[in-house]
């Protein structure tokens, strides 16, 4: 120790380890963040990253590989000199358990920290309005987790999404206060009962972390992602490289603007909302009017009461005229409100996610047209509309983003 440490009371002497402490944890956890979001590196790169020295980052990578945090990949390949050691996050000792809950069905995912899903199986918990299903959400996780025979601490934390108004802080679903009892917090429920750090994002948000760490958004600053989903219509914004979520979670209920005031009674108990004419129960229910109507379809001769998405779509690709019309019109409708969201924040790319999304360029092309049509020429010069590469894994792989980002914020 050294003469100025001797010399100085206890009190001050704790108090600079534990700045130091504090320092390195904070050096830590953003070195952990760049392996996260950037995959393999260097000593020499991650000290770029870090903006400190190579022995820093030596004396650190060699804890964090202690710690069972990194482990070594490989050899970088370099022209000239010794080739240096490439260091990863370890897959084998970290996990995060991903929750997907839903209205229809709900799954869960353990995922390592390199992405790779290394169990997920269905979960016998759906929200359906008025039931309070924190208890066996709960029992559901512990029996998922047993049967995996992944130990509770090897996960860093878990993370869930829900359709609905979420406020990330307080763990609330405003959509569905009832999921707990009393009303009350999930997050707070979760964490007693299963001691470890819980996550709560909306649905549609998660779907553009994903998009943005992964898929068509990455290293966009702006961009939008469309949710049409069996329940409704998700709007995810992507702003200055953040996804936006308002002052209480409740940001890109786009779904809720009215399109039709004549139209249906939405579930959110107002009439003609664009969640009505988009969504992809409207085109199950709607093609089935039609057929009891007597219209021609090669649909037709199916049971009306089997009808599902899949079906649509598949005769849709066979050049069925009456799928084709109805996939088209929810396009229409949902371009229209697309024009906009377009207006007010003038992202680079729309990018199309949900069950409904399968349909391809039966359902981009008419949102595309509607764009282009209700917005002005200078909005439409940069902007992509595409159908999401990631499909499904967008949501899950936002789920692993958001717990770990959480996990390693700095503070």
């Not at 790169?45 to 870090?50: E, I, P, V, Y």
């Not at 679903?173 to 707990?180: D, M, S």
């Not at 992507?238 to 409740?250: D, H, K, T």
């Not at 010069?381 to 692993?400: P, T």
Request: with cysteine; aromatic share 6%.
């Amino acid at each position: 120790m050294s003469d100025l440490y001797k010399s100085a009371p206890d009190s001050e002497i704790v108090e600079r380890e534990s700045i130091v402490d504090l320092k390195k944890n904070k050096l830590k956890k953003k070195l952990l963040q760049h392996l996260y979001n950037g995959g393999n590196f260097t000593i020499a790169q991650l000290t770029k990253q870090l903006h400190t020295s190579v022995p820093s980052v030596t004396a650190l990578v060699e804890e964090l590989i202690n710690e069972k945090w990194v482990i070594e990949v490989g050899i970088a390949e370099v022209q000239l000199g010794r080739k240096p050691t490439l260091y990863s996050l370890n897959p084998y000792e970290r996990f995060v358990l991903a929750l997907d809950i839903n209205t229809y069905q709900s799954k869960a995912y353990i995922l390592n920290l390199q992405n790779k899903v290394m169990y997920s199986d269905d979960i016998p918990v759906c929200i359906d309005g008025d039931s309070p299903i924190a208890d066996q959400l709960i029992r559901a996780v512990e029996k998922f987790l047993a049967i995996s025979a992944y130990r509770v601490e090897h996960f860093v934390g878990i993370s869930v999404s829900m359709p609905g108004l979420i406020n990330p802080r307080t763990g609330l679903n405003y959509t569905y206060p009832h999921v707990v009892a009393d009303g009350g917090s999930l997050v707070y429920l979760m964490k007693s009962a299963l001691h470890l750090p819980v996550f709560i994002i909306n649905d549609t948000q998660a779907i553009t972390l994903g998009e943005h760490h992964f898929g068509l958004a990455k290293d966009m600053q702006h961009a939008i992602t469309v949710n049409m989903d069996w329940g409704g219509v998700g709007f995810g914004v992507l702003v200055n490289g953040q996804v936006l979520q308002g002052e209480s979670g409740f940001a890109g209920e786009l779904g809720h603007i009215q399109v039709r005031p004549d139209g249906e009674l939405c579930h959110c108990g107002k009439v003609g909302c664009l969640d009505t004419v988009t969504k992809a129960s409207y085109l199950i229910k709607r093609i089935k009017e039609l057929l009891k109507e007597g219209r021609v379809s090669q649909l037709a001769n199916k049971n009306i009461d089997q009808i599902d998405i899949e079906m649509v779509i598949e005769v849709a690709n066979r050049g069925d005229g009456l799928a084709i019309d109805l996939l088209h019109d929810i396009g229409k409708e949902m371009g229209k409100g697309l024009a906009i969201a377009v207006h007010l924040l003038n992202p680079k790319s729309i990018i199309i996610n949900g069950a409904l999304a399968k349909a391809g360029k039966f359902i981009s092309n008419p949102i595309e047209q509607a764009i282009y049509k209700y917005c002005l020429a200078d909005y439409k010069e940069n902007l992509s509309i595409v159908i999401s590469e990631l499909g499904e894994s967008a949501k899950v792989l936002g789920l692993q983003a958001y717990a770990l980002n959480k996990v390693l914020a700095e503070d």
